[in-house]
């Protein structure tokens, strides 16, 4: 079976020897993702299978489920619950199961807003979710190494928008200039979020400030760190 062709389990197929697969949740560059039941509980989560050849794929799952299981406490990370071995095609592979997050892909929930952007004030609280989690993932010494607007999962409940970061990169050791490079990712979210080039601009005083005209080192200057972002969506003051 080539991996790159895609698995495309059908609903009600046998994943293992506990799940059954509800429904494909969608798919990437590095492999599907697909909501499966627990048969004698009921309980769903998620299962991702990555596209790489074996030996690679096995790998990069240890890689996610270690890292996965390193960040438990921070809020904006699945759960990492264990991994297992299906038959897919006669072939083994392994995957990885974590809990299943019922949100969209924030690139769909941007485009579903009025005129296909945020509101600046809730892209201001998006970005104060995401930063005080990578801050969080900072704080032990980690990074994310690729934040962007299809990497991260929204859930609106009411006032409320509960985000999980997916599909952490592996670039290397961690470094500050790794954990900088988050920092500016999460600030070209906000970027992305209210409209990019055409409409930031217009988007108020405190994003023009935070997004600098998108200059990485502008940005990094103006916070040094996750906790310096954080601060200053917790603290500017609105005008009169």
């Known amino acids: 079976m080539s991996r790159q062709r895609g698995f495309e389990l059908p609903p009600g197929r046998i994943f293992g020897d506990r799940y ?3 429904q494909k949740l969608g798919a990437g560059s ?5 909501q499966i039941k627990e048969r004698s509980t009921g ?6 299978l990555f596209f790489r050849e074996p030996a690679e794929a096995d790998k990069q799952v240890v890689w996610s489920a270690r890292k996965l299981d390193k960040l438990q406490h921070c809020p ?7 991994t297992m071995r299906v ?9 990885l ?3 299943l997050f ?10 579903d807003q009025r005129g296909g952007r945020l509101h600046p004030f809730m892209a201001l609280t998006l970005l104060h979710s995401i930063a005080r989690g990578l801050e969080r993932i900072h704080a032990v010494g980690e990074y994310h190494g690729d934040v962007h607007t299809q990497n991260i999962l929204v859930q609106q409940t009411g ?17 500050q200039r790794l954990r900088r490079n988050d920092l500016v990712d999460a600030v070209r979210v906000l970027y992305q979020c209210v409209g990019g080039r055409k409409h930031y601009s217009k988007a108020g005083e405190h994003i023009r400030y935070i997004c600098a005209g998108m200059q990485a080192s502008l940005i990094q200057r103006r916070f040094p760190d996750m906790s310096a972002l954080r601060n200053h969506l917790e603290s500017f003051e609105w005008p009169a």
């Open 20 to 22: 059954s697969v509800v």
């Open 76 to 82: 904006i990370v699945l759960h990492y619950h264990h």
């Open 159 to 175: 006032i409320h928008l509960n985000i999980r970061l997916l599909d952490f990169y592996d670039r290397g050791r961690p470094s």
């Open 43 to 48: 309980v769903h989560r998620a299962a991702k």
């Open 97 to 99: 199961i974590s809990d």
């Open 102 to 111: 019922d949100g969209v892909r924030l690139e769909t929930f941007i485009m």
């Open 87 to 95: 038959d897919v095609r006669g072939q083994s592979v392994l995957c």
């Open 30 to 34: 590095e492999g599907e993702v697909y």
